[in-house]
């Protein structure tokens, strides 16, 4: 395997571990490795200390070994509400055993760790239940302080408070969304004892995989371990594709339900199963016996029903309206290919009004959350492969035909993907020539370039970045910004500079079948033509919208064992514009217009408003207080909506909304839940709309003005050309 897959950015704040790596086979108890994990944590040592692979190879040495263990501990309590100081005191021998550990793969320090800590949570669990047979006192001025990142490993008394704590707040904002005291006990009871449940479900695979990634991480922040079943996962991110029925699943209580449809699949071209209906038994093939999965991980339900194309797997289920003991039904569908549209490239045309003498402006949009590619389909040269090139370039086309005037490429929390990608889409807006670099761990710098002379759009170009643009968004941004190619707009970007590869682990003991997993691995660094690394400085804008994130919060400078910025030499290549003498007088338009521009307003006060909270770093457990402020936001929310409804702006579909029910994702109706997922994709998005226009300025002002346009765009032909 010898493609390169930057990683996706993942930022995900966990409570207890998301256990998504287990095999379906429940009767492995997470209580010793297997001889599996033993020989695939040799091989994963082997990996990451030799430097024919790894990019930046760690030793395995005393220092390490405590990196690793304290990395493991916070994988599995990262708010360190389970361990008590106790606990980790007794844990330093095991700490000092961790690089053996791994090297031998005999493996029993972590599972040693992990029965402590689901002895923890069980004790844990039982004491905030305790806790709700008495309702809080809500009338006295005490906080919760959530963020627990740096703070010490508590005392068993500290904890008590701590859970105290977090349980009153789990009341307060149940009773501010209305719930009686009784309908409140009953769903915190519910939630804890799922909690627990989950912490009881984790296997052998599950603590084995937590343990590997601890070493993964203190190599650098973007080497991860996958198992079989995560590594399938990884593939079909990748891909947007999978074979299967065609439905998204979410599990609620014991049961798995059907959390949406996917359109085009098994399930909707049959229109049997529904929104909301139970799946309660699965079976293979047509005859097969059904297995009853009540009760199982959703992780086991989906291996169930995941299988070959054009194979048959037997559903039985109940349906929604039945409710939960109604009678149960039996489908059985032909498995197929799915191909995962939610992720894939979209476009839109936007209509920008022409200031007083100037014309009207229609900009076309194209969003891309991903930078996909089936390599598997590549490689065997399929003819309709999903690529992320493919797709914008069918999206241009449409545009071409259309004669819009600019497009603007929205690469917002677009965290990256394939580097094949990030340089044939460069090769869509470029007639030819040099992309990126890459320098491997000899020092080695490879010159990735578009070799195709084709243009897929000559025509007027920004990019819309944010913090978390990462990996590939970095790379194509940063490129189109050192050809002059278009005008890059928005934050600051998340500042990865790091190419990983993905190494299947079954390949040195010639498995026959997947037994040992994948290491997506760090291999080299990227640096862009101009010479420069993203590395923690990621792409600066040419014209910046005020941050949403705070750099100290999220970004790659916030790893502690991230690689430094540095730069190479600059290669060769063409310069199409330069819009340094525009962008003062875009500054200018900019923020004259959006001090009329309630929306962008709005989101300016909405950021202010974020930061400040988030800073705080606690939440008020006075319900006056708290009462107070939930008033404030849903007041202000309706007065937005009034708003928007007197001067004819867009309304926002999630207005009526509540601004916090108190429920988790789980605990909410899954129906509602998802059709409120789907409403929030038609928010208006002042940003967006304030891209396009600044895209419409520029377009105006060099059509406008012969001698500013020579500044901007000397070049008279090829892309770039803005202006006749």
Do not use: C
């Amino acid at each position: 395997m010898n493609y390169r897959v930057p990683a996706f950015l993942l930022a995900l704040a966990l409570t207890v571990p998301a256990a998504l790596s287990a095999r379906a086979d429940t009767s492995v108890p997470a209580s010793a490795p297997t001889l599996d994990q033993t020989t695939t944590s040799r091989l994963v040592y082997g990996l990451l200390s030799d430097s024919r692979y790894a990019y930046r190879p760690r030793p395995l040495d005393a220092a390490t070994s405590q990196d690793v263990f304290k990395r493991y501990l916070e994988s599995l309590d990262s708010g360190k509400q389970f361990f008590t100081k106790e606990d980790v005191d007794r844990f330093a021998p095991l700490a000092a055993q961790t690089g053996d550990a791994i090297r031998t793969g005999q493996l029993d320090p972590a599972f040693q760790v992990f029965a402590v800590y689901r002895e923890r949570v069980g004790e844990r669990v039982a004491y905030a239940r305790r806790l709700l047979r008495q309702e809080p006192d809500f009338t006295i001025d005490e906080r919760f302080n959530y963020d627990r990142k740096d703070v010490p490993w508590a005392t068993s008394t500290e904890l008590d408070d701590l859970w105290r704590k977090s349980v009153k707040n789990d009341w307060l904002r149940l009773k501010l969304a209305g719930k009686p005291a009784s309908d409140i006990r009953k769903t915190l009871d519910k939630r804890y004892e799922t909690m627990g449940k989950t912490i009881s479900e984790l296997k052998n695979e599950d603590v084995f995989s937590f343990y590997m990634n601890a070493y993964t991480s203190a190599v650098d922040p973007h080497t991860d371990y996958f198992t079989p079943r995560t590594a399938e996962n990884f593939n079909q991110a990748m891909s947007l594709s999978l074979e299967g029925i065609g439905a998204q699943l979410q599990r609620q209580d014991d049961v798995v339900v059907i959390r949406e449809v996917v359109p085009g699949g098994p399930v909707a071209m049959d229109g049997t199963l529904k929104a909301g209906d139970r799946i309660v038994g699965v079976g293979q093939g047509r005859s097969g016996p059904v297995e009853d999965v009540i009760g199982w991980r959703i992780d086991d339900v989906v291996s169930k029903i995941r299988g070959a194309k054009d194979t048959q797997v037997r559903l039985e289920y109940i349906p929604a309206a039945d409710g939960v003991d109604g009678k149960h039904r039996m489908l059985t569908l032909t498995r197929q290919k799915i191909r995962l549209s939610e992720q894939a490239a979209k476009g839109e045309t936007m209509t920008i009004p022409g200031a007083p003498g100037e014309a009207e402006r229609r900009v076309g949009i194209v969003k891309l959350p991903t930078f996909y590619q089936d390599f598997e389909g590549r490689r065997r040269n399929a003819t309709d492969y999903a690529s992320a090139t493919r797709d914008v370039a069918k999206l241009l086309a449409g545009f071409k035909a259309d004669k819009v005037d600019g497009v603007v490429l929205d690469l917002r929390n677009n965290g990256g993907g394939s580097l094949d990608e990030a340089i044939e889409l460069t090769g869509l807006f470029i007639e030819q020539g040099p992309v990126v670099q890459v320098r491997e761990s000899g020092g080695r710098v490879t010159v990735n370039s578009d070799r195709n002379p084709a243009v897929a759009w000559d025509g007027p170009l920004a990019v819309l970045i944010n913090r978390g643009s990462a990996s590939a968004s970095e790379i194509f941004a940063g490129a189109i910004q050192d050809y002059g190619r278009g005008l890059v707009i928005g934050e600051a970007t998340f500042g990865k500079g790091t190419v990983q590869n993905v190494v299947p682990l079954d390949r040195w003991p010639a498995s026959e079948k997947e037994r040992f997993g994948q290491v997506k691995l760090t291999i080299a660094q990227f640096f862009r033509v101009s010479g420069s690394s993203t590395q923690h400085k990621g792409v600066v804008p040419d014209l910046a919208f005020p941050a949403s994130v705070d750099a100290s919060e999220f970004g790659e400078s916030t790893y502690d064992n991230a690689l430094p910025w540095t730069r190479i030499a600059e290669v060769p290549h063409t310069r199409y514009g330069n819009f340094a003498p525009i962008l003062p007088r875009l500054e200018s338009r900019h923020a004259q217009r959006i001090q009329s521009d309630r929306e962008f307003k709005w989101w300016e006060e909405d950021v202010q408003q974020f930061r400040t909270e988030a800073a705080k770093k606690y939440v008020s457990l006075n319900e006056a207080e708290r009462r107070t402020e939930r008033d404030k936001q849903e007041a202000q929310r309706k007065q937005r909506q009034q708003i928007r409804k007197d001067l004819g702006l867009p309304l926002d579909p999630l207005a009526e909304d509540s601004s916090d029910d108190g429920l988790t994702g789980n605990e909410r109706d899954i129906v509602k839940d998802a059709a409120r997922e789907k409403a929030a994709e038609k928010r208006p998005d002042p940003l967006l709309k304030e891209s396009a226009s600044i895209l419409a300025d520029a377009l105006n002002l060099l059509e406008k003005d012969g001698p500013l346009s020579a500044q901007v765009l000397p070049q008279s032909t090829g892309p770039g050309r803005w202006a006749d």
